[in-house]
């Protein structure tokens, strides 16, 4: 019997948990990048921390005509250059490829699904794998709908001798309506408790401290309400341009590629109520109860309070880069957008009035991912007859990445004998407080969804839920094309409506 051998598994175990259930995994698009950049990286970097289960076997299957052996070589390439720790373990590799296989086959032609059925049942009496399995869809969504079905018929789906999971990427849905076509697509074939979509996002770590943070400590839940807090922003800001998804990329826009997921995702974890546990469903129900309570923007609300961008050529850290309508695959009229700012509002009796700024874009001047929680100022009265003419309110700061950290910024006196005021922060950093290695943010998905821990995946109701919020905004931009596209160049900090949007409410942006 082919094992893998866990490495230190008894002091990892004790620090993590137990390694993951006996699996093989299934990975539908296994030439891609998404394979070789992130899936590949974080089953190895969970073998290392001897997470993986010792019985274990993953399968990759696409078009290219690889066998086995051809497979093995090439993500024993791949590995090399996308691991994501500095030293790499030969041994742990080793014990891992050898639990590698490959089946090529056309999506659409039912052999494959036979082809691939009949290796399971051989990779299950070798690796002992119990007849558990996770599909992963690691293809673009125009064929999640069929292969779906296909493994339905082919009875990959039924969970008489292991479990049958099947892991969906984003996007889910198009909008609205073909998301919901999608989820009634995937019912035919599974249950709810057998789908499970993926938003990387919530294999952060400083995504999944959002809650931790919230409510492991005493301080800061009371202040956490329209009474203490006066606005709070998202930004999602990243440096690169769309990386030759020039197809993909016309066809979703920021709006859909990162703020009606990632985004809502953070925002719900901010603002959400306190879950009666951290049980998986009392999360998700929390989250989708304060997303339910985002007021629906009116048409006109749209106009007001949303803003669209697309990025012009430019430059971005000494480099002069193209315009997004020189990129490969976009249209030269393009009206996709690149940039997106919201305000919205979560209309419940812990938010009413506070607004909440969302902005995304790409081709900005940094990359940096981060959540402020501005809180209402302090009295200015003692400071009245002194020198000091403003005093800038408390921030929190949430360094979702890089530099991974939370920093609260208070008001400290200057050493002297004038009384003179300057903003000071406290600053956890992760990488001073923590031992961590690098990961790819999928290990812990990946593990959740060999453990049965649904928390941080997405039931079909969130789904939903985050479109119609966003449905209206799609609405109203598809039917009023905009007119000053491109209205950003590359390396600034998106058009000037988006500054617009915070100085009318006398706000500005917090720029990394
Ligand atoms: C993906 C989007 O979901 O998230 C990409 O499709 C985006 O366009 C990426 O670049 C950002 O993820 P991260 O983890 O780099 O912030």
Known sequence: MAEMKLHSEAAVGARYGRPADPCAIVIFGASGDLTKRLLVPALYNLACDGLLPRNFALVGTALSDMDHESFRDQMSKDIRQFTTRDAFDERVWDDLVRCLYYVPGNFEDPATYRRLAQLLDEVDAKHQTRGNHLFYLAVPPVVFSLISRQLGQARLTDEEKGWSRLVVEKPFGHDFESAVSLDGDLRQHWQEHQIWRIDHYLGKETVQNL???????????????????????????????????????????????????????????????????????????????????????????????TVRGQYSGGTVDGNVVLGYREEPDVSQTSHTETFAAAKLFVDNWRWAGVPFYLRSGKRLPKRSTEVTIQFKGAPEVLFRDTPVERLEANKLLFHIQPDEGIELSFQAKVPGPILHLQTVRMHFEYKAAFETTRGTG?????????????????????????????????????????????????????????????ERDGLEWRNP
Request: overall charge negative; charged content about 20%.
């Open 442 to 502: 999928y290990e812990r998905l990946l593990y959740d969804c060999m453990i049965k821990d649904p928390t941080l995946f997405s039931r079909a109701d969130l789904v939903e839920i985050a479109w119609k919020i966003a449905q209206p905004i799609l609405d109203v931009w598809s039917s009023l094309p905009p007119r000053d596209f491109p209205n950003y160049p590359a390396g600034t900090w998106g058009p000037r409506d988006a500054a617009l949007l915070m």
């Open 211 to 305: 809650l931790t943070f919230r409510f492991g400590n005493g301080i800061f839940e009371p202040l956490w309400n329209r009474h203490h807090i006066d606005h709070v922003q998202l930004t999602a800001a990243e440096k690169i341009g769309v990386e030759g998804r020039g197809n993909y990329y016309e066809r979703a826009g920021i709006l859909r590629d990162m703020i009606q997921n990632h985004m809502l995702q953070m925002l719900s974890y901010i603002a959400m109520e306190a879950p009666t546990s951290f049980h998986a469903d009392d999360i998700r129900n929390g989250k989708i109860e304060v997303l339910k309570a985002i007021r629906p923007l009116t048409p006109e609300g749209v106009l007001t309070n």
